[in-house]
Every structure is written in structure tokens, then in C-alpha cells.
């Protein structure tokens, strides 16, 4: 089986919850425990989990998901929202293996994980997931694609 790894493209949980629009204290654990169980359903499915945040949010991560022996540190960078999805995208698929791409704020769903790595290890050139707010939960495309995910896709993620 090819390796399969997990990217949770988000900010550290306190600044999550601020870009989020959510200023109390206790919304920052919220997006912790979202994190958290990101991480264990990455471990139930046989997936590394990769953090895709800005350099300046690692120590926080550190603070919340313990040191990066349990997961990769992917970066995050580029000018716009898009260019930050594609340039996480690039660096996961330059890993090897399949990626699938979740926010930080999405629930974790350890079947529609499976699903999604299944379905690319059948030979599947895309999957997407819906959010409920017109977005996408999850993501992921072959290495020929990820342009797509630029400035149209990234505007709606």
C-alpha cells in the first residue's frame, strides 16, 4: 500500500477560532479537539497526519498536539488563500504516496477518510466533499491537477 497522509491546512487552534470570528477563550479548545481527533483518525486509517500552518503557529501546535514525532510539519505560504492551498497541496504530493487535504474546521470522519484514500488507490484522479456552507470539507487531486486549486478553488475552501 502506498503511504497515505493527512493534511490539516489551518491555523494554530487560537487563531483558528479568531479568523473564525469566534473571540471566546474556550472556542480555541474547540478547534484543538478537532485537531486532535484529526490526528487519531489519520492514525485509525494508516495516514501521517501533516500540519499545513504558518511557520510562526508551530509552537503552538507543539503546545497542542504534543512534538512533531506524531505528525509532519507541512508550512503554509503564498500570497492568497489559493496560492496557500496549492503550495500545501504541491509540498504533500512531493511526500509520494496519496494526500487528502481537510480544514481545521471540519469534523473528522475516519470513513470519509478511508473512502478518499481508497478511492485514489483504485486509480480516482479527484476526490471532493462538500461542506455544508458551499465549501469543501475534503480534498484531493493528482499532482497534474493541483493548479486547479489557485485562487478558483481556494476562494470557497
Known amino acids: 500500500m502506498m503511504q497515505r497522509f493527512l493534511v490539516l491546512f489551518a491555523r494554530e487552534p487560537r487563531r483558528e477560532a479568531q479568523e473564525k470570528g469566534f473571540l471566546r477563550r ?8 478537532l485537531a486532535e481527533d484529526w490526528l487519531e483518525t489519520a492514525r485509525s486509517v494508516g495516514a501521517r497526519l501533516v500540519i499545513a500552518s504558518p511557520l510562526e503557529d508551530r509552537l503552538a501546535w507543539q503546545k497542542c498536539l504534543g512534538h512533531a514525532g506524531s505528525y509532519l510539519w507541512g508550512g503554509r505560504r503564498g500570497a ?10 504541491r509540498a504533500a504530493a512531493a511526500l509520494g ?9 471540519v469534523v473528522s470522519s475516519a ?3 478511508e473512502d478518499a484514500f481508497t478511492a485514489l488507490e483504485w486509480g480516482g484522479d479527484a476526490v471532493l466533499a462538500p461542506a ?7 480534498l484531493a487531486l493528482g499532482s497534474a491537477d493541483l493548479d486547479l486549486l ?3 478553488l481556494g476562494s470557497i475552501v
Open 26 to 33: 474556550e472556542a480555541a479548545g474547540f478547534f484543538a479537539r
Open 80 to 89: 492568497s488563500s489559493g496560492d496557500r492551498l496549492e503550495n500545501s497541496a
Open 97 to 105: 504516496g496519496h494526500s487528502v487535504i481537510v480544514g481545521g474546521d
Open 111 to 113: 470513513r470519509a477518510l
Open 132 to 138: 455544508p456552507d458551499g465549501g469543501v470539507s475534503l
Open 150 to 152: 489557485g485562487e478558483r
